[in-house]
């Protein structure tokens, strides 16, 4: 299939620009050093690149992401670094372990006596401490670990070290004090970590994965696809996640193409048109304007444009496949396997 | 099945609300005065239930609404009124009217030569002319409509008529000249009807429903769920939508729960938590501030809360059912059978 006969709006993964940002990354933090996060893509197939890149251990965000991951034979060290006290899951993450022969192993995070109760009473082995180490979101208190991770043992789990998000700090820039910023916030992990022990001190996302020597494993995702977002930090990552659409309408001042609200997160705002400036979307549409003298200053309808997304994991979340492509060569298509919770 | 059982994040729909909203507007639009659009709600069940209200025309935005809408029996007259140039998408609608035995009925909207050469050449039976009355985005200008509707009768297919949306004055105040502008908007669609000729002047939304005796059908959609967008308008449609959430986390400043960025259509801005002030929503979370003693004020992991989106239309779109409810019975489980393109 050539790109310029998929069905749009299309999710389209450039091969090489994948590529090149998972060589980057496995040469940053190679191995076990990295705990890819498939929050980013939820898609098993770029997992599996992942995993090719050196990286056998992932970080999730949702049970189903967890599951999803077990089903694709991908589940040899799985982190949920997300609290749930849904029995339910608890219970099906732990069957997928109890039945897994030794191939399925499944940490989960706690942080509070509820969470705890509710992946012991399920029959869960093994957590994780989440720990609040600065973003106001999930983790108990660094001076609160010990006790949750006693808890957790009095249950009868495992409780293998510590985890904390720093995500209040991913999009501060380098030349403003970033380093000691997250230093600080490793200080708080590294606390907590004394009085829980364990072997795990799981932190960081792409936009600290750089500054994170005093962790065993960072949690990046963002990485492999990037968004426009995470281009203005100037790592060496490229963009390699687009949506393909299809000009609908052409105006004397604007054209209209097919990538709107519902294929597209829009939390951190519009999406980016090279060539164009974007007006706004609406639930079907993207109103822009082209740049004078750009290349699609004479655009006509049933042009195909190129629309780069501000934030990948709420993007890639609506769409049931992406198509992995060089040039105008659709290479696979990827199903988004693990959407939902 | 009880609410309080369900997983979350989960779509709930209540049930009296629903019924309010529908029975209030087939009050004030009966019958085909109303082509109710599935956009907002991307649900054959709900449109079902539009139907039982004697609506039995309907608006689609994609190919694949229209479709969905055939394959649940509700194709009795479907008007995507949307441009599309997507042969094989355009085919198969083509094809859903060909084998539907006369009970299948598609009109789609063309604003150009090339759409109308795309309809034409797909098979397309019926078209209505789409009129750009005010917003920038599809639609042929006024003066130009008489032209593409003589470009589709010598293509052989049959004009219905025009329309027009005026995106642009929806959340305009009822104060603010609302209806002046309304009727300007009109003005230009019934200067277009005049060149195109047919039966059908289609318009409006939920915001000018009440302001469109000129035209045969308005296309309104958000009416039947609402949210908090439109409840600033003063309509007498009650927020029918909300997402059921879990607590996750309480910190003695806010508490956390898994509705977030994959949960909600986020253009509009943050969702709304009643009892509670949204700090943000990240990817699985929102994080809340409870408000002073307020119900939420002793909020502990696992309590149940409810989270009222501020744009219902890609908020739907995340998710792959509904649940009906009254109180804290589940009453019936809706497929969102029509998301995607």
Redesign the interface.
């Given at each position: 299939m050539r790109v310029s006969e998929l069905?749009?709006?299309a999710l389209v993964i450039d091969a090489e620009a994948l590529e090149h940002n998972l060589a980057t990354m496995a040469e940053r933090l190679p191995g076990d050093r990295l705990r890819p996060h498939v929050?980013a893509h939820k898609c098993t197939a770029l997992a599996r690149e992942q995993a090719r890149h050196g990286h056998t251990g992932f970080t999730c965000?949702?049970p189903r992401e967890v599951l999803g991951m077990v089903a694709a034979g991908l589940g040899h060290d799985l982190l949920l670094a997300?609290?749930?006290?849904?029995a339910?899951?608890l219970r099906a993450m732990a069957r997928a372990v109890d039945t897994g022969g030794g191939a399925v192993r499944i940490t989960i995070a706690v942080?509070?006596a509820?969470?705890v109760a509710?992946a012991a009473e399920a029959g869960i082995h093994e957590v994780l401490v989440d720990v609040?180490i600065g973003l106001?979101?999930?983790?108990c208190a660094p001076t609160d670990a010990g006790r949750i991770a006693e808890l957790a043992r009095n249950a009868g789990m495992e409780v293998r070290g510590v985890m904390g998000y720093e995500?209040h700090l991913m999009m501060v820039a380098d030349g403003d004090g970033k380093q000691a910023k997250v230093d600080a916030a490793v200080d708080l992990l590294l606390q907590a970590h004394d009085a829980v022990g364990g072997s795990v001190v799981s932190s960081g996302g792409t936009g600290t994965h750089h500054l994170h020597p005093r962790v065993t494993e960072v949690q990046a995702g963002s990485y492999a696809l990037m968004d426009t977002a995470y281009a203005t930090l100037g790592f060496p990552f490229r963009n390699a996640l687009s949506l393909l659409g299809?000009v609908?309408?052409?105006?004397p001042?604007?054209f209209?193409a097919?990538v709107g609200?519902?294929a597209l997160?829009?939390?951190h705002g519009n999406s980016a048109v090279p060539g164009a400036t974007v007006?706004y979307?609406?639930?079907?549409?993207v109103?822009c304007a082209p740049e004078a003298g750009g290349r699609l200053a004479d655009v006509?309808?049933?042009d195909r444009i190129t629309v780069v997304p501000a934030?990948v994991?709420?993007t890639v979340?609506?769409h049931?496949q992406a198509y992995l492509v060089t040039g105008d060569q659709v290479l696979e298509t990827w199903p988004i396997d693990l959407r939902?919770?």
């Open positions: 069905p749009t709006p929050k965000a949702t997300n609290e749930t006290v849904d339910q899951r942080d509070s509820e969470t509710a609040d106001p979101r999930c983790g995500g299809t609908v309408n052409v105006h001042s604007w209209v097919d609200l519902k997160g829009m939390d007006w979307h609406s639930d079907e549409h109103t006509r309808v049933g934030h994991d709420p979340a609506y049931e939902g919770w």
